[in-house]
């Protein structure tokens, strides 16, 4: 059950967008498509944003978007604005009724 | 609306025991599994256990195995965690998550574990 690999941080400008990679195994990320994303602010519980890899729930706007090749999985954030800074964690089901997450990125809105 | 409410959090010695509650509200307990996550002081995200919706079975990250225990009463909407045999590392906010198509889609507002002496 080792942690997903996330970069610690990434950044980009207001109205740009951002990529996060999540990276696993084919016994986790290359194994299944179920890849979550969790968006925490500070002091907050974490907020579910994707889902399936990609699936969007209702409320969470579309410049979030979700993708996966092989063993790495993406969060997309485009048209960024300053309330998308705050951390962001991968998770991904890893069989036998285990689930791993990813270590989080810091995305810093610049 | 659709709620967890977790409580039971304290301080406690290492090697001590502490049990953990989640209240849920808002929606029908007995149709989704549940899970327990972790994050210790700074830390991220740690999956620690996974209920079936019936209760009939129970799953554990190896971190917690043979010390942890979870558990459900569906006639209370309520899910727990026995924690036996705390250690130093287990110190985090404790959060009760709803699972939706293997992914927590509801979080509670967490419980904080300290485990000191």
Redesign the interface.
């Known amino acids: 059950q080792s942690a997903l690999t996330q970069p610690p941080s990434a950044s980009g400008s207001p109205g740009q967008s951002v990529t996060i990679s999540c990276t696993g195994t084919s016994s986790d990320v290359g194994g299944y498509n179920y890849v979550s994303w969790y968006q925490q602010h500070p002091g907050k519980a974490p907020k579910f944003m994707i889902y399936e890899v990609s699936k969007r729930p209702s409320g969470v706007p579309d410049r979030f978007s979700g993708s996966k090749s092989g063993n790495t999985a993406s969060l997309t954030v485009s048209g960024l604005q300053a309330d998308d800074e705050a951390d962001y964690y991968c998770n991904s089901y890893a069989g036998s009724d285990n689930w791993v997450f990813g270590g989080g990125t810091k995305l810093t809105v610049l | 609306q659709v709620q967890l409410v977790e409580s039971g959090g304290g301080v406690v010695q290492p090697g001590g025991s502490l049990r953990l509650s989640c209240a849920a509200s808002g929606f029908t307990f007995t149709g989704h599994g549940m ?1 327990w ?1 972790r994050q210790a002081p700074g830390k ?4 620690v256990a ?1 209920i ?1 919706s019936d209760g009939s ?1 129970k ?1 554990y ?3 917690v195995k043979g010390r942890f225990t979870i558990s459900r009463d569906n006639s209370k909407n309520t899910l727990d965690l026995q924690m036996n045999s705390l250690r130093a590392e287990d110190t985090a906010l404790y ?1 009760c998550c709803r699972d ?11 419980t904080l574990v300290t485990v000191s002496s």
């Open positions: 899970h996550v991220g995200l740690e999956w996974f079936r079975g799953y990250a190896d971190s959060y939706y198509e293997w992914a927590f889609d509801i979080w509670g507002q967490g």
